[in-house]
């Protein structure tokens, strides 16, 4: 059994093979080549562009792959939906698709768009916006620097944004948000009918969402005394009740306890001073419930 698996080219392919690096999976670009190396025999990766591998996958070309759910609905796929998984080029976070203009447009919502020309590379999406707020309005496909069109090639843009910070240095405003988005696993409809593949993809599933988990966690651990217990535990946070272990020396225990890195800095020394001992921090790569 071999999976074939789409992994997104272009603006979310280095964040994605970090995150399947992180769930155990490693994956080689080679120069100019379009099939990168991944160290498990029963997987064959593919360098696809976002905007095209819910096609590829809908069409069997592709067992599972990788996208945003902008691009599964700009290409109406039908796919499987196998979990979300939220991150974007710059962050853990969703991405949105937002109605922008210059700064002193006087366009202040989607309704102001009438007989107006709006450039994007989201055409399909725009449209089905445009016509359920009832909007007729010229949309035209943008090959890029899209944010560089409003006032002269277009009085409005449709435009991708994680922090906005694009868009503002281009001088311009955001109207309304027309569609938010995270990237996805998805599944061609007989891949998912077929024991193995889905066996396989429900693995990567897993992995993927316990190295999604372990996102901005650490795990720390930490030896006391027993009598020095109570007031060690109360510095932890509530919800975060370590694993205590029994030492050779029964009148210590080991704790083990994951946190959220930002924490770590400011309990840290309220550790030690409880009588923690032999406080030692560590990376997490996956958290698997």
């Known amino acids: 059994m071999i999976l074939k698996l789409g992994i997104p080219k272009g603006s979310l392919e280095t964040a994605t093979i970090e995150l399947f690096r992180r769930a155990g999976y490693n994956i080689a670009i080679r120069d100019r080549s379009y099939f990168p190396a ?16 819910a096609r590829y996958v809908e ?18 796929a039908d796919v499987v939906s196998v979990v979300d998984l939220i991150y974007s080029r710059q962050s853990f976070g969703k991405v949105k698709w937002v109605l922008a203009v210059p700064e002193n447009s006087p366009i202040q919502s989607v309704k102001d768009l009438e007989g107006k020309t709006i450039a994007t590379e989201l055409v399909g999406a725009t449209k089905q916006y445009l016509a359920k707020n009832q909007v007729n309005a010229k949309v035209e496909f943008s090959w890029g620097a ?17 922090t906005g910070s694009s868009l503002r240095a281009n001088k311009l405003r955001i109207v309304e948000t027309v569609l938010e988005s995270n990237t996805q696993l998805i599944a061609n409809k007989t891949a998912v009918t077929d024991p193995l593949k889905w066996k396989k993809i429900q693995d990567l599933k897993m992995l993927l969402e316990g190295a999604m988990e372990a996102v901005g966690k650490v795990g720390l651990m930490l030896n006391v005394n027993r009598e020095q217990l109570p007031a060690v535990l109360e510095v932890l946070p509530a919800l975060r009740r370590p694993t205590i272990s029994p030492l050779s020396d029964e009148n210590w225990v080991a704790l083990n306890v994951i946190l959220e890195e930002s924490l770590v800095r400011n309990i840290t020394p309220k550790l030690k001073q409880a009588g923690a001992e032999g406080i030692v921090e560590s990376p997490l790569n996956k958290i698997v419930p």
């Open 38 to 53: 991944i160290d498990d025999p029963e997987i064959e990766c593919m360098l696809i562009r976002a905007q095209e591998m």
């Open 59 to 76: 069409n069997g070309v592709l067992d599972a792959g990788l996208t945003g759910i902008d691009w599964i609905e700009e290409n109406q």
């Open 146 to 162: 899209t944010e560089v069109k409003p006032p002269i090639l277009a009085d409005a843009i449709v435009e991708v944004t994680e």
